[in-house]
């Protein structure tokens, strides 16, 4: 951890401040949005948003929806709906972390579409970035030094191009 130094990243930015409401709930504000991150009530919180690792399994869930439909919509497959269920499990905090995914696509696609839209699935970019690691950097800032602004820089959506670009010359295009 680095002290009193502020850390100059270009990155996509969230800012998280607590709201004194209850012990654990905090507003997040990511880009334009702003949301509410608690605990359950079992637990002491308000029981008002989701949990850290509800978020993790929704970065998840939504960035393999999302590039499974850029995929599907560039192919122009006929795929209607997908849904996906997505299960974090861990025995302990030093322990290995399990995500299961479950998809279940919508549309007349034929088993080749399916199996691609499968291989897919897991070059989505927050798949990749669970898969190989991430290094975390943190500093203390003084008081009124922390940058108040929250930055969505799209790099999300070119991460995801740049996967679906790779897919389709790499291996099988249907």
Known sequence: MVMNQ???VVGETIVIDETKNGPFQLKVRAGSSTFIVDEPIGIGGLGSGP????????ALGTCSVMTMRLYASRKKWPLELIRVKVTHRR???DAIDTFSREI????????EQQHKLLEIVSQCPVHKTIERGSEVVTSLVFSGDLMDEAVSRCEHMRDMEQACDQAETQGTTF
């Open 6 to 8: 502020r850390v100059d």
């Open 51 to 58: 949990n850290p690792y509800d978020l993790l399994s929704a």
């Open 91 to 93: 025995s302990g905090l």
């Open 104 to 111: 279940q696509l919508q549309g007349s696609l034929s088993d």
